[in-house]
């Protein structure tokens, strides 16, 4: 079952349109982006169970990727329109339109606090001056 409901998406719905899926379309949409959530977050459960992670924050994530999905369902990449001389081309954002997948927002929401922890990192081992010659040639930054 997955951690949003139906509810969480009406609630974050900010359309004049109705929901154009029914309640048990959303429910298998949340359950599928749930599905992905775990696939690169295995350990998201533990995590919820143990106060790590709010529940919150991975019910936010699972709406706004349903959110998503709803808003392009057919994954439209643009569309054009045009009457006479006026033209209007309107081009969706997102890498996957019209599918359900998780933005680097998405991930870095979800990440643990402690998988910052490896990175690769560089350290400036350029000297500040060097002896013997004109300081004012080495700028410290």
Request: charged share 30%.
């Amino acid at each position: 079952m997955a951690y949003a409901t139906y509810n969480d998406v009406l609630a974050r719905w900010f359309s004049d349109d109705e929901l154009p899926a029914t309640e048990a379309q959303i429910t298998t949409l949340l359950e599928d982006a749930e599905d992905t959530i775990l696939r690169e977050f295995p350990d998201i459960d533990e995590r919820v169970s143990d106060g790590a992670l709010p529940e919150r924050r991975v019910i936010k994530v699972e709406v706004r990727m349903v959110l998503r999905h709803l808003r392009n369902p057919g994954g439209v990449r643009s569309t054009q329109e045009g009457a006479g001389g006026y033209q209007q081309t309107i081009t969706y954002g997102g890498d996957e339109p019209g599918s359900l997948y998780l933005t680097e927002d998405d991930r870095r929401e979800l990440r643990s606090p402690s998988s910052g922890k490896g990175k690769a990192f560089s350290v400036d081992n350029t000297p500040s001056y060097w002896p013997g010659t004109d300081d004012r040639l080495w700028v410290r930054l």
